[in-house]
């Protein structure tokens, strides 16, 4: 039952409160991270910004903080292009619980040449989905430790056109940069999905849900100097997409109703409500090929053997 089948309609505007929870949000220093995170803050809880980038990370909790009276935000610094650092990473966090994680950074490359990872990983597929894979495995203890942990992935509408190269995962024989950024996103549905059915089998009170923007465009996106400065020229030429897409803002916000809605359910995929691309969120179908378990068991495998993470990813 949806909580507006209940009479308290979902209102992105007014968020249920959250104090005392803890989240983290990996790439939380800009885009759908960077609203997700400042959204967040309002709820009164305390929002982790995962960033490799010190720099970036502070000038994303100066804007939070400017908006958000009294927001409760801090850095880890976070780089899940090497994956030896995730383990102390986490480490650093010093919590005894998280409430949830936001696995949303994001590498998108639009050109050639075929780039990897300091452990020899295609870029886009060993960051999107390798290294938030591994960072799930040392998390796993801090989400049980929770009252009702949660894992959110965000995923892309460009997984939706793309299938799986199991034979092919780091795109090493054909590479197309927009091609292996959709499969890494697919790459990622496909983790959340298995993840929670792997939970539901262990009895684990973690839920895994799967989020994605729809079409945000920088362009429909509030200015929020530093991190991000949208002229009026740009926002004037992009109001005619207006009307078929959004901004970052509201990109973010099945995001957030994934992380806080105690309705929601394991094993779901939220997006918004126009054709999965503009408006409020909502709870959509799930696509046949990012359902498919055998598939999924096989991107599980392979992606363990690639991190060295065992099979159980740290929950039993």
Known sequence: MSSASQGRPWDVHRLPSAEGRIF???????GIGYFAAEQLAATGALVVLGSRDRAKADAAMASIRSRVPGAQV???PLDLADLASLRTAVEGLALDHLDAVVHNAGVALDDPPRRETADGHELMFGT???????????????????????VVTVGSFAARSERLDLGDLQSTRDYRPK???GRSKLAQMCFGFELDR?????????????AHPGGALDSLTPSRPPVGVTTPGER???LPAA??????????????????????QGGQLW???????RGMPRREPIPPHMADPAVAARLWALSGELVGADPHLGFR
């Open 271 to 277: 997006g918004p409500r126009v054709f999965g691309l």
């Open 24 to 30: 983290l949000v990996t790439g939380g220093n800009a």
């Open 179 to 181: 091609r292996t950024y």
């Open 74 to 76: 801090q850095h880890l």
């Open 243 to 264: 009307l078929v897409v959004q901004g970052k803002d509201a990109g973010a916000w099945p995001v957030v109703r994934a992380v806080l809605d105690p309705e929601v």
């Open 128 to 150: 999107n989905h390798l290294g938030h894979f591994a960072l799930t495995r040392w998390l796993a203890p801090l989400l049980s430790a929770a009252p009702a942990g949660r």
């Open 236 to 238: 004037l030429r992009a």
């Open 198 to 210: 792997r939970l539901r089998a262990v009895g684990s009170s973690v839920l895994s849900v799967v």
